[in-house]
């Protein structure tokens, strides 16, 4: 009995989310996102123990909860996937950095591939015994990553711009310390602050750069997911270069102000 009220709270919160999840902020949506990655895990448990219990004792009563448990699950990794999309879409929406054609690039695929969503929920619901649960499962499997991939690919790519943006801004402002300083008696110690800024710049380009190329192998057939990881760590690395950047000029800049003083 406990087993079966905690399939239909399951099941109950993957209807709430498909009607919460159209009217979120972005934040709200990563953390629906967040919430259907949670229940695609506690749905998984339920349906493990589903199969445990079916293979020690074969009744009709255990195989069809297996197979209904089976297509909680399948709704489930389905709901997780459109919270995603989602919550990238809003992500870029509400970024007032992000240009418009990567943001209508995003929408449009974030639309397609919810659409695909919707086909699968169909598969899953036409259902009826263990073997059409395996096929669906499969050809989940093999659809999953499409799923993501186009707009990971694009969320990518608006990274790596608002990046590119900040590391142009550091860069402007680096060349106006620098050629104020140069005017300056005395201020080797100064220049070479700048000197450290300008390298983590440098780093933090080659970074960019690096995470830009990643992000365009995020594509099917491939491993997209993985590529998406080590384009987010590239862009997690020119992060950090720019915040030492912005630490070395603020330095340059404090040396600045006690020497004019």
């Known amino acids: 009995m ?8 399951l099941a109950s919160l993957l209807l709430l989310q498909a009607v919460a999840v159209s009217a979120l902020s972005a934040g709200e949506a990563k953390q ?19 199969k445990i219990k079916w293979a020690a004792d074969k009744t009709p009563e255990n195989d069809k909860e ?10 489930a990794a389905l709901d997780e996937a459109g919270a995603w999309l989602v919550w990238k879409d809003l992500e870029a929406e509400e970024n007032s950095e992000v240009p418009e054609d990567i943001k209508q690039s995003i929408s449009d695929d974030v639309d397609a591939n919810l659409a695909k969503v919707d086909a699968l929920r169909t598969d899953v619901s036409n259902v009826k015994n263990q073997f059409e649960l395996g096929v669906v499962s499969l050809k989940m499997l093999g659809k999953y990553f499409e799923l993501v991939a186009d707009v990971a690919r694009n969320s990518g790519k608006m990274w790596v711009f608002i990046a590119n943006t900040n590391a142009d801004k550091a860069e402007e402002y680096e060349g106006k310390l620098r050629s104020a300083a140069e005017g300056m008696s005395d201020s080797s110690d100064i220049i070479s602050k700048l000197d450290s800024a300008k390298s983590e710049l440098e780093t933090a380009r080659r970074n960019i750069d690096s995470a830009a190329s990643v992000y365009e192998q995020v594509r099917i057939p491939g491993t997209p997911v993985l590529k998406f990881a080590e384009g ?12 030492l950047a912005h630490s070395y000029l603020n330095q340059a800049y404090l040396a600045m102000v006690a020497r004019g003083g």
């Open 32 to 50: 629906s996102w967040l919430d259907a990655k949670q229940v695609s895990k506690d749905a998984q448990t339920v349906h493990q123990d589903a």
């Open 232 to 243: 987010n760590n590239y862009l997690g690395a020119a992060r950090s270069n720019l915040i």
């Open 66 to 75: 297996v197979v209904d448990t089976g297509k909680v699950v399948l709704d």
């Open 2 to 9: 406990k087993k079966m009220l905690l399939f239909v709270f």
